[in-house]
């Protein structure tokens, strides 16, 4: 382990596409395999900018960017409907090394969220922008917009397919969630947070979840660590998870793994059910979560690479 002040020169990513009831005897080898490819597929996005000498900023763009584009995941195209038939979506990003963020709720236009997120934090003196104003805001920085019908796929419009792609219930028929998010450390020593995600299905009178909100499902802090939330928003706003997580390591001198399982822990008592991926500047990594499964994919800094979607041990 390296001190504080001597941070790591390795580099690292972790990367989630949710969490949920999820079991592998009812998850088909294609499907598993699918959501496989599409992980390692966002982590080599993520890790190549970092392999480049790139900061953790740019690493978690591209690897939630990349997860935007895929429909296996709750996000940008391919998220959920809400209970009109539309999609919203809430991003937020954060930058460990000055604790600068942005964040967004409710856009229905914006191509990547994640990106209009980068744009907030370095273009404004705000830190969050919600429905129009973010579209607004878009607008001027010419991001990339398209209509809502573009983030709708087939599956989602139809109803079919549900259980393997939000991905699946929480605790009942009605209550899905997913997210997509990465954390990361790069070659400085900077961290480096980001989430995205088309909330739960069916949400009504502009629901905004924990993801674009800064130490509820996001929180990055060169002090402690880096942090991206998913499960049941309305508990992981509760609990503050993202920045408890932080929290306890600062203040309370706990290692990564404790301080993540133990808030996991909290929000499971309060009643919600979820998961956080959570990476400190010595480029340790937890990834604890209380439902069925998590998707979720790691390099660490000595290069090695998982892609995990149940227990550890049956996805080594």
Request: with cysteine.
């Amino acid at each position: 382990m390296q001190a504080q002040d001597d941070p790591a020169s390795e580099t690292a990513l972790v990367i989630h596409g949710g969490a949920g009831s999820l079991s592998a005897d009812e998850m088909s080898d294609d499907r598993e395999e699918a959501y496989r490819s599409a992980l390692h597929t966002a982590l080599q996005e993520g890790n190549a900018v970092l392999r480049d000498g790139g900061s953790a900023l740019e690493a978690v763009q591209a690897a939630i960017t990349t997860m935007e584009t895929d429909t296996l995941f709750n996000a940008a195209r391919g998220a959920v409907l809400t209970s009109e038939g539309a999609v919203e979506l809430d991003a937020a990003i954060m930058d460990g090394a000055t604790r600068n963020a942005g964040a967004l709720t409710g856009v229905q236009t914006v191509k990547h969220p994640i990106r209009l997120a980068r744009s907030i934090m370095e273009e404004s003196y705000h830190v969050m922008f919600a429905q129009e104003g973010a579209e607004a805001f878009a607008e001027q920085q010419g991001l990339d917009l398209v209509d809502n019908d573009y983030f709708i796929t087939d599956a989602r419009r139809s109803g079919e397919g549900k259980a393997p792609a939000d991905p699946p219930e929480a605790q009942g028929p009605d209550e899905k969630y997913g997210t997509v998010g990465a954390v990361a450390l790069d070659a400085e020593g900077n961290l480096a947070a980001g989430t995205s995600t088309g909330g739960i299905s069916d949400k009504e009178f502009g629901r905004v979840g924990d993801s674009p909100i800064i130490g509820a499902g996001t929180y990055a802090h060169n002090a402690s660590c880096a942090v991206s939330a998913t499960g049941q928003g309305e508990f992981f706003i509760r609990g503050v998870a993202a920045h408890s997580v932080a929290s306890r390591m600062r203040f309370g001198d706990r290692p990564l793994g404790e301080a993540a399982q133990r808030t996991v822990d909290e929000i499971e008592e309060l009643g919600g059910v979820g998961g956080v991926i959570a990476l400190d500047r010595d480029g340790n990594i937890a990834t604890p979560f209380s439902t069925g499964g998590m998707f979720r994919a790691y390099v660490d800094p000595d290069g090695n690479t998982a892609v995990r979607i149940f227990d550890a041990a049956a996805d080594e």
